[in-house]
């Protein structure tokens, strides 16, 4: 049983529009969320992260929206740029458990930002 | 250079041979982790380790090994691999337990 799901396995974009990507968990446990990305040939990268108590964060163009209630958080990516294209991972996990280091990761979904 | 090395990057075995995938770290890190990276199923941590010589179970343990004798250093072990232990192979590295975990560049293993 998948606790973190990305649905969409590909996503393909406009330069200049906006991205967003989506994840959904089942655990309730989780009381934060992180977004690692990914190029070929090298190991994720942290991206942006967020708190079960918050419900938004933003890092310059990219912004985590977290809805408890529905168990789904989005990463919204303005403006898209060719080199924001990579895989994009989701991730859960609870403080009590291991903090950031247990963390339960999606499949992963693959961003194509076009010109 | 602020970094986590894997050796090798690529691996291309025989079934039953047993072999070790190296993992350094050169920024002190407390804590150090190994995952496993599958088309369909994303990112599965196989073990970790807080410090020297304590190490815990992840999420798919069975088949590896692994040890902590050094801070710096995270290896793992397959003592007698199976086809279904093909994989990218991360090892990773954080600071402390709310900390973002570096990655390493990954080993591709291929068990034949």
């Known amino acids: 049983d998948q606790q973190v799901k990305q649905n969409s396995p590909s996503l393909s974009v406009q330069e200049g529009r906006i991205s967003i990507l989506n994840c959904d968990y089942t655990n309730s446990m989780f009381d934060y969320f992180l977004w690692y990305k990914k190029y070929p040939a090298e190991g994720p990268t942290f991206l942006i992260s967020i708190s079960s108590i918050k419900d938004k964060n933003e890092d310059g163009r990219f912004t985590v929206f977290l809805n408890k209630s529905a168990k789904h958080l989005s990463l919204h990516i303005v403006p898209s740029q060719p080199g924001d294209s990579a895989v994009y991972f989701c991730a859960g996990g609870d403080m009590f458990s291991g903090g950031y280091n247990k963390l339960i990761f999606g499949a992963g979904t693959r961003l194509a930002v076009h010109p | ?112």
């Open chain 2, 1 to 112: 250079e602020a970094q986590v090395t894997q050796n090798p990057r690529y691996l291309i075995t025989v079934t039953g041979k047993k072999l070790t995938v190296t993992c350094s770290q050169n920024m002190n890190h407390e804590y150090m982790s190994w995952y496993r990276q599958d088309p369909g199923l994303g990112l599965r941590q196989i073990y970790y380790s807080m410090n020297v010589e304590v190490t815990d179970k992840g999420d798919v343990p069975e088949g590896y090994k692994v040890s902590r004798k050094e801070k710096r250093n995270f290896p793992l072990i397959l003592e007698s691999p199976s086809p279904n232990q093909t994989s990218l192979y991360f090892c990773a590295s954080s600071f402390g337990r709310y900390n973002e975990q570096f990655f390493g560049p990954g080993t591709r293993l291929t068990v034949l």
